[in-house]
């Protein structure tokens, strides 16, 4: 593995538990999955999962067919986009205040950026202002405030952009790599946004989390290399859970890692395999602010669905 340096500043419809070394473990309920066979050209490839806590609307980018799906909160398909679109190879996709579609997509077939579409599914006009020259957005979060923020894993770069004009209200470098050629490969995942405001950025080779103001300043970093419970190997995506508990996603670990308020290890769920409920390489997680949690993996094509409580929950 290349040297990633240092950070800047820091079961079918079963019950699983984990078992952690500091407060209440967090229960997984398995419910469903998302019905992905409906494009003609088959199974969809996700990549990427998204929630709208306003509507319910969950937007899945699908790498197979280069194309955004959008769900309901009963998990039916609400809407997909078309060549009118204009999204080439989009790589994450999300829903903003005003119901229009974000996609990070390829543009003149060399550079990425973000654009927004109208809800038709169109280009609106709307142009994303470049806060520096090799740009290169992964992936796209709606605030709290309803403008958009993105993260650049190659550069470290954290940025927010105006939901109105496309201007950057700040950008900020939260990661960099004392590698002496520059490769970062920092493999930083979409940030999830707290209850005060905070950002959570899952850093797949930095092999921890890192937590950021809402101004875009580094306050600090937790998480410690390692195969056993509480450790993390490949982080690759955070979501706010039950209590103010933050939950990552280890792609390589194959698991959900809870963690309370203060970083401290809470529990973990999870096991390899293809059985309703288990992971194979997971790539993509979001919550829905109702309780439910989504997991996104390319492998077999699907988006599973589980109902995430803080334990002993009476529904």
Sequence with gaps: MRNVGALTAAIGA?????????????????ERALDLTRHEDGRLLPISVTCDVVSGGVVVTDAAHGILHVFNGAGIETFRTTGFAGLSQPDDGAIDRAGRLLGVTLTDGTHYTLARLDVYGEPDGWTAAAPRDDW??????????????????TTGLLAKHDEASGAVMWAKVIA??????????????????????????????????????????????????????GRMVAPVAVAEGPGGTLLVLDQMRHKILAFGADQEFISEFG????????????????????????????YRGRVQVFSVLAAGTVE
Excluded: K, W
């Design 271 to 298: 096991s390899i395999g293809d059985a309703p409920g288990a992971f194979y390489h997971p790539v993509s997680m979001a919550t829905d602010g109702s309780g439910h949690l989504f997991v996104a993996q390319g």
């Design 14 to 30: 079963c019950l699983v538990l984990g078992v952690g070394a500091a407060g209440a473990a967090v229960e997984f309920r398995y």
């Design 176 to 229: 960099q790599s004392e590698a002496a050629d520059g490769d970062l490969e920092m493999g930083l995942g979409r940030p999830v946004q707290l209850a005060d405001g905070s950002y959570a950025i899952p850093g797949s080779n930095l092999h921890r989390i890192v937590l950021v103001g809402e101004d875009g300043e580094v306050r600090s970093t937790f998480g410690r290399f390692g195969s056993s419970p």
């Design 136 to 153: 290169r957005p992964d992936h796209v979060l709606v605030a709290r405030d309803g403008n958009y923020v993105t993260i650049d894993g």
